[in-house]
């Protein structure tokens, strides 16, 4: 009686096991029935609108193909169904970049832009837009990939106005080259002495950056230094106002901006990106002098 007993409970097991592998794998070839038909489906009209989807159910196939015990068994029968999808994709990749280039141009002119680069890296004055239609994903940047902006799904009217609303953020704001200069001179003095170094030596960008935005809060901040009141201001900004900045000279010293070495650009803390002009052109400065003239 008692090895009866033992006997149904070492048998137990090895059921149970063999009951959640059927279950699991009647899981999977349900899931990749779901996938291929849904492929079939996205692939009947249009494909190249919709490569995003069909490399996501590519995908789903092959986790499920890793996964599966029956790999031996279905591999071959489910190559053949996505074969020809497979060998269609850089075409249909290539007419969906086609079509949103030329609908994104089209949006980007109705708020008075204008579009130029190639894929993935398209420009737009001193802006790159990042697309990845496989990853349904657009990415606004300042500079060349220099500071992330926003990031919005491959709509075209959707990229045109976000684009619009950080460039009017950026270029709106009030500026007065006398101010700015006064107050980057003030943050330069007050880094310098806190460093122990002297007017004329050279200081880290990002030290004056993080000084400036102090020096420049309002007065309800420097009563109470909390979150809500807070005037935003970062790289971005300071970037933009030394572009914008005309006048150079304060009390017998003259602004110098220090080009950066490779050495300081290997970090995002040791260097700001600075543009030229509005094609994008600029250049990557370390560190801030007022030499004496």
């Known amino acids: 009686m008692y090895t009866n007993e033992l006997s149904e409970t070492e048998t137990s097991e090895p059921v149970v096991d063999v009951l959640r592998t059927m279950s699991e794998e009647e899981r999977y070839l349900r899931n990749m029935r779901k996938a291929i038909r849904t492929i079939e489906r996205l692939t009947e009209n249009e494909p190249s609108n919709n490569i995003y989807k069909i490399k996501q159910e590519l995908m789903k196939i092959e986790k499920i193909l890793k996964q599966t015990r029956l790999t031996d068994l279905i591999e071959e029968d489910v190559e053949q169904r996505i074969r020809p ?3 269609e994709m850089p075409e249909w990749e290539e007419q969906a970049n086609r079509s949103f280039g030329q609908r994104l141009e089209d949006a980007l002119k109705q708020v008075e832009f204008e579009l130029s680069g190639n894929y993935p890296l398209l420009k737009v004055l001193f802006y790159t837009l990042e697309v990845k239609l496989y990853n349904n994903n657009v990415t606004i940047w300042y ?3 220099q500071e992330r902006l926003d990031t919005c799904k491959p709509i075209p009217e959707v990229v045109a106005k976000k684009l619009q609303a950080s460039h009017k953020k950026i270029t709106s704001r009030n500026f007065d080259d006398e101010i700015f200069l006064l107050h980057l001179y003030e943050a330069y003095k007050a880094t310098a002495h806190r460093s122990k170094k002297t007017i004329g030596d050279s200081i ?7 000084e400036y935005a102090l020096l420049t ?3 309800n901040f420097k009563i109470n230094p909390v979150k ?3 005037r935003e201001y970062g790289r971005v900004f300071f970037s933009y106002d030394l572009y914008q900045l005309k006048q150079r000279t304060i009390e017998d010293h003259v602004l110098s901006l220090v080009t950066a070495t490779r050495a300081y650009t ?3 803390s040791g260097f700001i990106w600075i543009p030229s002009n509005e094609r994008g052109d600029g ?3 370390s560190h801030i002098k007022f030499r004496e003239v």
Do not use: F
């Open 85 to 87: 999808v497979k060998s």
């Open 266 to 268: 290997r970090r995002r």
């Open 283 to 285: 250049t990557y400065i």
């Open 217 to 219: 809060q309002n007065k």
């Open 204 to 210: 880290p960008v990002s030290d004056i950056i993080l």
């Open 228 to 230: 809500s009141s807070y």
């Open 143 to 145: 500079g060349p990939e």
